[in-house]
């Protein structure tokens, strides 16, 4: 079956809880902040208040992304389906909402998701040394579509 992008519910809060739970568990260079009750009850406050959207495949949520305020808060794909498009496909929905462009952060090690930025007509804008950040991790400040400003 294929991967469907929809509005999150209220409902899907737990699943995204667990996508991104999987997702960070693959970024070893970040320390852990958080415990994973914490981070879930987090993403139940998140999926409540802002622009959340979800990749469902066989009924079951396998990536998220979260748009709010000019920013693309969270893209996230289960690491089950990385590799397949989910990521694509969460980032064209973000697109097609927000055609006047938005703002995120990457973190500077993450070479891959940079890449996809990239290919996705992102530009880079600034490199933190991630005094800024929760995590005090260096970082990418990236703008998209490439033509546009970033504001601070
Ligand atoms: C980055 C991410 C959203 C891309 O989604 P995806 O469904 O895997 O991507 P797609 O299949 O649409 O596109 C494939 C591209 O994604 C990137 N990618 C794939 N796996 C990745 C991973 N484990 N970590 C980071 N980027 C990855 C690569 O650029 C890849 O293309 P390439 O290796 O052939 O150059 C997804 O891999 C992910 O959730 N990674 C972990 C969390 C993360 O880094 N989120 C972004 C925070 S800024």
Redesign the pocket.
């Known amino acids: 079956m294929a991967t469907t992008i929809r509005r999150a519910t209220p409902q899907d809060s737990p699943a995204v809880g667990e996508v991104f739970l999987a997702?960070r568990a693959?970024?070893t260079y970040l320390p852990r902040l958080h415990s994973d009750d914490e981070t879930r009850s987090h993403f139940k406050g998140v999926v409540e208040a802002k622009e959340a959207w979800v990749a469902e495949r066989d009924g079951k949520v396998v990536?998220f992304a979260v748009v709010d305020g000019g920013w693309l808060e969270h893209?996230?794909?289960h690491?089950s389906?990385?590799?397949?498009?989910?990521?694509?496909k969460l980032f064209a929905q973000a697109t097609a909402q927000h055609p006047q462009g938005f703002q995120?952060?990457?973190?500077q090690q993450?070479a891959?998701?940079r890449?996809?930025y990239e290919?996705h007509g992102c530009a880079l804008v600034r490199l933190t040394n991630g005094a800024d950040n929760e995590e005090k991790v260096p970082d990418a400040l990236y703008v998209w579509p490439a033509k546009i400003k970033s504001t601070p």
């Open positions: 997702a693959t970024m990536g893209l996230y794909v690491p389906r990385f590799n397949t498009g989910t990521g694509t995120f952060w990457a973190f993450n891959g998701a890449r996809f290919r």
